[in-house]
């Protein structure tokens, strides 16, 4: 057998090979919900009408990806979750944005006519 000079690196063993441990699964759902969640909240600000579609998905991906996690043991729940809040609030500032720019048009439009 091989033995080394003093001194030298010897690497460890290998790690033997344990059947039935599996890698964790991704929740994609879980992903996608969280990044259609801070899209929405960015383009809620800037063009709300994109901003409601992208909080429709996060809701929509929210709630998938939180029934996936539970299938997979809690892997991806946070991020399902803040994706499920992101979309709500999206959703909620949509709404608020459009009526606001509906007061305002309305607003304008009845003080033109004077």
Known sequence: SFVPPPGSFVPPPAQPYVPGVATTEQNTLAIVSLVCGIVTLVLALCCWPL????????????????????????????????????????????????????????????????
Do not use: H
């Open 51 to 114: 901003g409601l579609v992208s909080a429709i998905a996060a809701l929509i991906t929210g709630y998938l990806g939180l029934r996936k996690a539970d299938e997979l043991g809690g892997n991806g729940k946070g991020m399902a979750i803040a994706g499920l809040v992101m979309g709500g609030i999206g959703i909620l500032a949509a709404v608020l944005l459009g009526l606001l720019f509906g007061v305002s048009l309305l607003s304008s439009s009845t003080t033109g006519l004077n």
